[in-house]
Every structure is written in structure tokens, then in C-alpha cells.
């Protein structure tokens, strides 16, 4: 019999139909029905998805637009990428069908990208979405309040604020939930 505490929760579409995208030496891939697929790969139907999804973010679409050196054929490339890179234990694609709200994704051009927060997305929580500071704050949540200003360049009461706001916002109740719910989601490494 399985103890419920030693199952850990599976990558969707490794045994499901969910797909969860990844980006693994600088390709996109998905993990689908058990599969591995190459963007090239991709089944009709994820495509289809994610054009509808990318119909509906205007902003998205602006940021591609804008962006320099970007063919055409890499318009959607680009927008999962940037938008679903990274790997979690959320589907991106629901087995349902549901596109999830994009997730973090630290592709190595966080806080220097033009269309940070347009093409990617801030991260949705319980309680509406974390900021860019928010963030920086997390993926320092396992160092000291005075370690995580000094790096940050702002004093320790702004970062007792930030910590404040983003359990407000998570509904976590202290430093050790936030570093575990930081864990998960991939600021801490």
C-alpha cells in the first residue's frame, strides 16, 4: 500500500493527456500522454491552443511584434517559451484541456528583457499576482533579512514589507512555507 506522504506528485502528461512544456538545452519540448515531443512534434491540437491563448493576451502579441531578429515562424516558439519554459508539477495544458496561467520561468533574461511581464507573466497566486520585487525577495527567501537587502540594494524593513505582502498574497503564514512554496515553484534552486 502507498503512504500518501511518500507519493509525490507526477509531471503532467508523463502518465496523463496533460501536457507540461519545458525548455531543456534551449529547446521547447512537452511531455504528452506519456511522450516526449519536439516542438516540431507538437500534436495539431496543442498548437490550436496556443494560438487561441496567444489571440487573447494583446500585450503578448505587441511584445513579439516588437521583438528584433523574430521570424515569423518563431512567433509561437518564442511566446511558449516565454510563457511556459519552465518544469513543474502544474500542467500547463490541463487534461481537461485548460491552458494554467503561465508560470515562472527564469530563462536567464530576467530583469534585463524589454517584454518582462508582457510576454512572461508575473506569477498568480492566491491572492492576485507577485511583483518583480516580490520575486527578487523570493528567490532569496532562504537567506537572512539583512543578506537579502544588502543584495537588493534596499534596507531590511522594505524586505520585512515585501515578505508581509507576499504571504498576504500566498496565504502562507511564515519565511519556512514561503521558502518551501519558492522551492516549488523554482526561485530557489
Known amino acids: 500500500m502507498l503512504n ?10 508523463l ?17 504528452h500522454d506519456g ?16 494560438s487561441d491563448d496567444m489571440l487573447s493576451n494583446p500585450e503578448a502579441l505587441k511584445s513579439l511584434a516588437k521583438w528584433e531578429n523574430l521570424s515569423q515562424e518563431d512567433y509561437m516558439r518564442q511566446y511558449i517559451y516565454c510563457r511556459y519554459g519552465g518544469l ?3 500542467p ?5 484541456g485548460e491552458l494554467s496561467y503561465a508560470e515562472y520561468f527564469d530563462c536567464g533574461l530576467r530583469g534585463t528583457c524589454n517584454y518582462e511581464g508582457k510576454l512572461c507573466c508575473t506569477i498568480k497566486v492566491a ?20 543578506i537579502i537587502a544588502d543584495e537588493l540594494f534596499v534596507s531590511t524593513d522594505t524586505v520585512s514589507g515585501h515578505i508581509q505582502n507576499i ?5 502562507l503564514n511564515n519565511k519556512v512555507e514561503l ?10 534552486k
Not at 496533460?18 to 521547447?28: A, L, T
Not at 520585487?133 to 523570493?138: D, N, T, V, W
Request: include cysteine.
Open 4 to 13: 500518501s506522504r511518500n507519493h509525490s506528485k507526477l509531471i503532467a502528461g
Open 15 to 31: 502518465v496523463d493527456k496533460g501536457v507540461e512544456f519545458f525548455v531543456h538545452q534551449n529547446e521547447i519540448k512537452c511531455v
Open 35 to 50: 511522450k516526449t515531443f519536439t516542438y516540431e512534434e507538437f500534436p495539431q491540437w496543442i498548437f490550436d491552443k496556443i
Open 88 to 90: 513543474d508539477t502544474e
Open 92 to 96: 500547463d495544458i490541463s487534461v481537461e
Open 127 to 146: 491572492n492576485g499576482h507577485l511583483t518583480k520585487s516580490e520575486i527578487e525577495i523570493l528567490k532569496r527567501i532562504d537567506k537572512s533579512y539583512k
Open 167 to 171: 504571504m498576504k498574497k500566498t496565504e
Open 179 to 188: 521558502a518551501i512554496f519558492a522551492t516549488k515553484k523554482g526561485f530557489v
